[in-house]
């Protein structure tokens, strides 16, 4: 496992945009799969965008399409989650996780929860109408 520590939420207002960081201990993170999840209080644990290894692919849940962009700084082993024109809808707290266990599949990604073994402790964004 490894760990990850969420930062870059806040209070917004709609239309706004964030970029949030999660920023990994320990090996570099290009080798695992990461996807960052949301959840709002009240509501289920929501997918919201995944890459691969090694950078060979990504996905973005159907409510961020379009909005959100996922990537990482290698130099600074962290994961990124660029959000614009965000709306009351999105506002929730934001886990990253990776799914240290894989070691194969650079195009492999993954969106269940169920596939991520390490997860951070999450970075809360208030979007205001």
């Known amino acids: 496992q490894v760990q990850l520590v969420e930062s870059g939420g806040g209070l917004v207002q709609a239309g706004d945009s964030l970029r949030l960081s999660c920023a990994a201990s320990?090996?570099?993170?290009?080798?695992?799969?990461m996807g960052w999840f949301r959840q709002a209080p009240g509501k289920m644990r929501e997918f919201v965008a995944a890459?691969?290894?090694?950078?060979?692919?990504?996905m973005f849940g159907s409510s961020v399409k379009g909005r959100f962009t996922i990537s990482r700084d290698n130099a600074k082993n962290t994961l990124l989650l660029q959000m614009n024109s965000l709306t009351p809808d999105d506002t929730a707290v934001y886990h990253c996780?990776?799914?240290?266990?894989?070691?194969?599949?650079?195009?492999?990604?993954?969106?269940?929860?169920?596939?991520?073994?390490?997860w951070g402790l999450g970075t809360q964004v208030t979007v205001s109408a």
């Open positions: 996780a990776a799914n240290t266990g894989t070691t194969y599949g650079d195009r492999i990604v993954y969106t269940s929860p169920s596939s991520y073994d390490s």
């Open positions: 320990g090996l570099g993170l290009r080798r695992y799969a």
């Open positions: 890459i691969s290894r090694n950078d060979g692919g990504s």
